[in-house]
């Protein structure tokens, strides 16, 4: 995931890179290995507090914005200015197995 030392850096030297940041608001690498022990999930140690990466993004001098289509995405990459980095995020759940959803 993209961290505010990362947003920093890109705004710092002005590099225009798109970031598109699933967010599914889950230590998911944890959920995954949970699945694979067959020990069981335990979904309240992988959910996480909402974090608002647009205001992230924002914070850190990039633009940012969120989809929930994939025409909002074609938009906000045609969009973008290139001159500043741009965070796109899509909130996302995943299904028992593992199928994204906007």
Do not use: M, W
């Amino acid at each position: 995931h993209s961290g505010s030392g990362d947003l920093a850096t890109l705004k710092k030297y002005n590099l225009p890179v798109i970031i598109i940041l699933l967010n599914n608001s889950s230590f998911e690498l944890i959920n995954l290995y949970q699945q694979r022990n067959k020990t069981g999930r335990n979904k309240d140690i992988v959910k996480l507090h909402t974090v608002d990466f647009v205001k992230l993004a924002e914070a850190n001098g990039c633009d940012g914005v969120r989809i929930s289509t994939v025409e909002e995405l074609d938009s906000a990459i045609k969009n973008h200015n290139r001159n500043n980095p741009l965070l796109i995020e899509v909130p996302v759940s995943y299904d028992d197995d593992f199928v994204i959803s906007f």
